[in-house]
């Protein structure tokens, strides 16, 4: 299940189900926005990206759903893996006319054997 | 080669001493940027330089003044810290003049200042 701590939610499953971690970015002119993994100890690392215009995006296992509507990005993992656990971050360029990314709080994904 | 390279990975300074966090990348990337990421918090942008100048300070404080020798290098001198100063920091690149665009980040520095 789901629960949101002091400062940092958190989602737990079990290995081989599916995981769904959600994000809600600020900026309505975004256009552009990633998910990076991030372990203990490491900087973050590129999962899958999506452009504004895109509504769907799939990767190996993963899959990014944007709804401009309501400003909400999804990540999707099918058949979650212990290796999964990690921080997530949405991140979104809310540069206008450069390039800065600004990230969401991060979900921390915990699986469980 | 997609590695950002930073050093050290783990630096003790006290609030007196003058250090400096440096970061390296081959990938031919001239964005190039500094995040600072305190615990259980999302990363924080602090500079972005773009063709070896700078373009975004987020009104970072003086004793953190950046500096990009070349295209391949970024360092981060730091002076007179506090000890909420402490902090990952991290470097990061991209492809310049592209909104859509992946950044590569390195491992981070992990700073404590005493």
């Known amino acids: 299940g789901e629960s949101v701590g002091l400062h940092l939610p958190t989602l737990s499953v079990q290995e081989g189900d599916n995981s769904i971690i959600n994000c809600a970015y600020s900026?309505?002119?975004?256009?552009?926005f990633i998910w990076y993994k991030q372990e203990s100890g490491k900087g973050p690392q590129f999962i899958i990206d999506i452009r504004s215009n895109m509504d769907k995006r799939q990767g190996q296992r993963v899959t990014v759903l944007l709804n401009k509507t309501v400003k909400h990005l999804s990540l999707q993992i099918a058949a979650t893996q212990p290796g999964d656990s990690a921080v997530y971050f949405c991140a979104e360029n809310t540069g206008a006319g450069s390039y800065q990314l600004t990230f969401g709080k991060g979900t921390k994904l915990s699986v469980i054997p | 080669d997609t590695e950002v390279t930073q050093t050290p990975k783990h630096l003790v300074m006290g609030m007196t001493n003058k250090k400096s966090l440096k970061c390296e990348q081959h990938?031919?990337?001239?964005?190039m940027y500094w995040y600072k990421q305190k615990a259980k918090k999302p990363p924080e942008l602090m500079f972005v330089?773009?063709?070896?100048?700078?373009?975004i300070n987020e009104s970072v404080p003086s004793r953190f003044s950046p500096e990009c020798p070349n295209s391949s290098l970024l360092n981060l001198h730091l002076h007179a810290l506090q000890p909420e100063d402490s902090a990952l920091y991290l470097c990061?690149?991209?492809?310049?003049?592209?909104?859509?665009?992946?950044?590569?980040f390195g491992q981070g520095t992990r700073l404590t200042v005493v």
């Open positions: 990061a690149s991209s492809h310049a003049g592209q909104m859509n665009t992946e950044a590569f």
């Open positions: 900026n309505s002119a975004s256009d552009y």
């Open positions: 990938m031919g990337h001239r964005a």
């Open positions: 330089y773009s063709y070896e100048k700078l373009s």
